[in-house]
């Protein structure tokens, strides 16, 4: 077995305890920003790409994808 498939195998994957990152996000908010972000992602006429990008001004690096299936999870009532 070569190194890079040994360090593959045996890297820990990075989680939030099973929780996506954006509920750990929302979890961690206050109220009031909370309750912004959660309207932000149900308003389909605000770009998911607006939303990551001030996530990431705040200091809360997302990717695209992962706040596009947040947005379709919250939108179907699973998230």
Request: glycine share 6%.
């Amino acid at each position: 077995m070569g190194k890079l498939l040994e360090q593959i195998q045996t890297e820990k994957p990075k989680s939030a305890g099973g929780k996506p990152l954006i509920q750990v996000i929302l979890d961690e908010m206050t109220a009031e920003d909370r309750d912004d972000l959660l309207q932000a992602l149900l308003d389909t006429t605000i770009q998911t790409m607006v939303i990551r990008n001030v996530l990431a001004q705040r200091g809360d690096k997302l990717s695209h994808s992962t706040v596009s299936r947040f947005r379709k999870d919250l939108a179907n009532g699973i998230a």
